[in-house]
C-alpha cells in the first residue's frame, strides 16, 4: 500500500472514531483535506463550510461538523471529497473561497453555493475551467442576486444528494 495512502486511512479512522476529541477530530480533518487537494502546508484561510435546507435567499446556514464532512453528498463524493476538490480549483486561482454551502435544489439535486469577497474572485471563465477539471460534469454558473460585496459561483455536480444525509 501506498504511504500516502495510509496516511489517508489514519486521518479517516482517526476522524471517525468514538473517543477522538473534537479538536483533534478538526485537525485530522484539515489534514485529510489538505492532502487530499494536493498541499499539505500552512494555510491562512479559514474557509466557512455550511449545509442548508436549501439554496436561495432564504436559505437556512447550519455549520457541517467533521464527522459530517465525511458523510456522502453526491453519488461517490463525500461532503470533504467536494470540499477539497473544490479548493485544488480555487487554489489554481490563487484564492480560497469564504463559504461553501451545500444544499441541494428540486428534491434531490446537489447545489453548493461559493462564496468570494468581489476583490478576490476568480474571472468566471476561469473558475468554470478549474471546476472541470477537478469536478467533471459539474455545471457553474454566476449568481445573479449575490451582494454588492461579493461574487457567488454556483456549482451543479452530476448525481442524486444521498436522502439520509439531507438537513430536514
Sequence with gaps: MPPGIAILDKLRALIAHDSTPANERRAALD???????GYDGPS???TRITRSTRIGRQRRMLPVNERDRLAGYTEGLSLADCI??????????????????FGCYGSDRPVIAVRFPVDAAPQAVDFAAAIGETMP????NLANRSGPEERLFLLYPPGKVDAREAVA
Aim: aromatic residues 0%; positive net charge; charged residues 30%.
Design 44 to 46: 491562512s484561510v479559514a
Design 31 to 37: 489534514r485529510l483535506e489538505r492532502l487530499v487537494r
Design 84 to 101: 477539497a476538490r473544490i479548493a485544488r480549483a480555487c487554489g489554481a486561482q490563487g484564492q480560497l473561497p469564504e463559504q461553501i454551502d
Design 137 to 140: 460534469g459539474t455545471r457553474v
